[in-house]
C-alpha cells in the first residue's frame, strides 16, 4: 500500500546536538512538507520541497535543514541552533495537480522530539 | 500573507448531537482550496473535508458539511449525529495552487455519552 512513514517515531536529542528526522513516500507525490505541532500553535510550516533539489523555507525554518536528493525523500535535520526544538514534527506529501485541483496532503504519523 | 483563525479553542457535545466549529480566513486572492482536519489522540492527521472556493456548493462528506461564505471569508464545518470517534482536534487550513497549507490553531472537540 501506499504511504508515507516518518520514523523514528520517538527521538530524544542532547544538548548542542544535531538530529535527523526521516520521511519517505511511496506515492509518487511531487511535494513534501514540514511541520511543527506545539500545544496551542496549530500546525507550523518549517520547510518544503515541490521538486528535487530544490526547497522553501516556511514560517519557522531557523535551526532546521532539509535535503531533496530524492522525490521519495525529505529528511529534516534538527540542528543544535534550534533553541527550543521539543515538539511532534508532522511530514506530509502532495500531488501538484495544477492549479485547477488541490486535493490536499497524506500526513505521515509523527515524530516526538524530546530534548533531555 | 494569509491567516486563518480558529476562535473556539475547546468545544463539547453529547452523542447523537450536531456541533458547528467555526474557521475565518484572511486573503486577498480569489482561487483557493479550503480543508478540514481531523487529529485523534493518535494525532494521524486525516482528511475531513475540502472545498474549493470557486465553487459555490457546500460540500458534504456523510455526516460532515460545510458553510462556505466566500464574502466573510469564513469556512465553518458541521458535524451531525455526533459519534464517540469523533472526538478528536480539528484543523481549518488554507491553500493556494503551489504554495503550502497554511493552517488554524485548532479546535479541540470532546463528544461524551
Known amino acids: 500500500d501506499g504511504g508515507i512513514t516518518q520514523s523514528p517515531k520517538y527521538l530524544f536529542r542532547k544538548e548542542g546536538q544535531n538530529v535527523t528526522l526521516s520521511c519517505e513516500q511511496n506515492?509518487?507525490?511531487?511535494?513534501m512538507y514540514w511541520y511543527r505541532q506545539d500545544p496551542g500553535q496549530g500546525l507550523r510550516l518549517i520547510y518544503y520541497s515541490q521538486i528535487v533539489n530544490d526547497f522553501q523555507k516556511g514560517d519557522i525554518a531557523e535551526g532546521y535543514s532539509v535535503s531533496r536528493e530524492k522525490k521519495e525523500s525529505f529528511p529534516l535535520t534538527v540542528t543544535s541552533a534550534q533553541k527550543n526544538p521539543t515538539a511532534f514534527y508532522l511530514c506530509?506529501?502532495?500531488?501538484?495537480?495544477?492549479?485547477?485541483?488541490?486535493?490536499?496532503?497524506?500526513f505521515g504519523s509523527g515524530t516526538r522530539l524530546t530534548v533531555v | 500573507a494569509q491567516t486563518v483563525t480558529q476562535s473556539q479553542p475547546e468545544m463539547s457535545v453529547q452523542e447523537a448531537e450536531t456541533v458547528t466549529l467555526s474557521c475565518t480566513y484572511d486573503t486577498s486572492e480569489n482561487n483557493y482550496y479550503l480543508f478540514w482536519y481531523k487529529q485523534p489522540p493518535s494525532r494521524q492527521m486525516i482528511l475531513v473535508i475540502r472545498q474549493e472556493a470557486y465553487k459555490q456548493q457546500n460540500a458534504t462528506e456523510n455526516r460532515f458539511s460545510v458553510n462556505f461564505q466566500k464574502a466573510a471569508k469564513s469556512f465553518s464545518l458541521k458535524i451531525s449525529d455526533s459519534q464517540l470517534g469523533d472526538t478528536a482536534m480539528y484543523f481549518c487550513?488554507?491553500?493556494?495552487?503551489?504554495?503550502?497549507?497554511?493552517f488554524g490553531k485548532g479546535t479541540t472537540l470532546s463528544v461524551s455519552s
Open positions: 487550513a488554507f491553500k493556494q495552487a503551489g504554495t503550502a497549507l497554511i
Open positions: 506515492l509518487n507525490h511531487d511535494a
Open positions: 506530509a506529501s502532495s500531488t501538484l495537480a495544477g492549479h485547477s485541483r488541490e486535493y490536499g496532503y497524506t
